[in-house]
C-alpha cells in the first residue's frame, strides 16, 4: 500500500519527447497505453518515459509507500497545523483523494524549505533515526523470543500450527510477546524524504492525496 500525490495544475520544465507519443499511438489510443496488449520492453520503455517526465517536472508526481508517508505528513501536520485544517491532516492519512490547494501547497514548501535551511529538520532526522534504531533493536529480540517459542510448540505438537492456532501456553506466550511490538521500528524518516516533498509542493499547483 502506498500514497500517490498528483499535481493538480504542475509546472512543466521539460514535456514528453516524440518519441513518447509515438509509443502512444503505436501501442494506445494517443493518450493512454494499452496495458492488455503491449508487450513487456514496450511497458518498459513507457515507464522509462514517465521516470524522466517526473525527474524533471517534480510537481507532477510524488510517491510514498505507508510506511515513509505516515511520519512525513505527522511532521508536516506538526509544522503546518496553522494553516492545514483538521479535514487536510486527515485528509492525508487516507487514499480518498483529498485535494491540498495550490496556496497550500506553496505553504507547505515555504515552511519545509525553512525548517531544511535552518537544520532543523536534519536536526530531526538524527532523533527519529536513533528512535527507530532502538524500536528495531527491540523488535529483533522480541522476534527471537517469539521464533523460539515457536520452535518449542513446532517440536511438541507439529510444524503445521500457526501462531493462532498454538495450544496454551504457548499461545499466550507468543501473543504476549507480539503485542510489545515497537511500531516507531517500521515509520522511518529521511531529511532527503522531506525536501523532495517540498519540492513535489512547490510546483504541483496543488495536490490530490490518493
Given at each position: 500500500m502506498g500514497f500517490d500525490l498528483y499535481g493538480i495544475k504542475p509546472t512543466v520544465n521539460k514535456d514528453?519527447?516524440?518519441?513518447?507519443?509515438?509509443?502512444?499511438?503505436?501501442?494506445?489510443?494517443?493518450?493512454?497505453?494499452?496495458?492488455?496488449?503491449?508487450?513487456d520492453d514496450i511497458r518498459?520503455?513507457?515507464?522509462?518515459?514517465q521516470d524522466k517526465y517526473q525527474e524533471n517536472n517534480p510537481g507532477s508526481y510524488f510517491r510514498n509507500n505507508v510506511w515513509w508517508w505516515r511520519p512525513l505528513w505527522n511532521y508536516v501536520c506538526e509544522q503546518c497545523q496553522d494553516?492545514?485544517?483538521?479535514?487536510?491532516?486527515?485528509?492525508?492519512?487516507s487514499n480518498d483523494g483529498?485535494?491540498?490547494?495550490?496556496s497550500k501547497a506553496l505553504m507547505?514548501?515555504?515552511?519545509l524549505s525553512k525548517l531544511i535551511?535552518?537544520?532543523?529538520?536534519?536536526e530531526y532526522d538524527r532523533k527519529m533515526t536513533l528512535m527507530t534504531a532502538k524500536a528495531q533493536a527491540s523488535n529483533q529480540e522480541l522476534q527471537e523470543q517469539m521464533d523460539e517459542i515457536t520452535k518449542k510448540c513446532h517440536k511438541?505438537?507439529?510444524?503445521?500450527?500457526?501462531?493462532?492456532?498454538?495450544?496454551?501456553?504457548?499461545?499466550?506466550e507468543w501473543k504476549t510477546l507480539q503485542s510489545q511490538h515497537d511500531w516507531d521500528g517500521d515509520y522511518p524518516f529521511n531529511a532527503e524524504?522531506?525536501?523532495?516533498?517540498?519540492?513535489?509542493?512547490?510546483?504541483?499547483?496543488?495536490?490530490?492525496?490518493?
Open positions: 514528453y519527447p516524440k518519441e513518447y507519443y509515438n509509443l502512444l499511438k503505436k501501442h494506445g489510443n494517443g493518450t493512454e497505453l494499452n496495458w492488455n496488449d503491449a508487450p518498459n520503455k513507457y515507464f522509462e518515459f494553516f492545514l485544517t483538521v479535514e487536510d491532516m486527515a485528509g492525508g492519512g483529498h485535494r491540498i490547494s495550490k507547505i514548501s515555504r515552511r535551511g535552518e537544520g532543523l529538520v536534519a511438541e505438537h507439529g510444524k503445521d500450527l500457526v501462531p493462532a492456532n498454538y495450544p496454551e501456553p504457548y499461545y499466550s524524504n522531506v525536501e523532495d516533498f517540498a519540492r513535489f509542493c512547490e510546483s504541483s499547483g496543488g495536490f490530490d492525496i490518493c
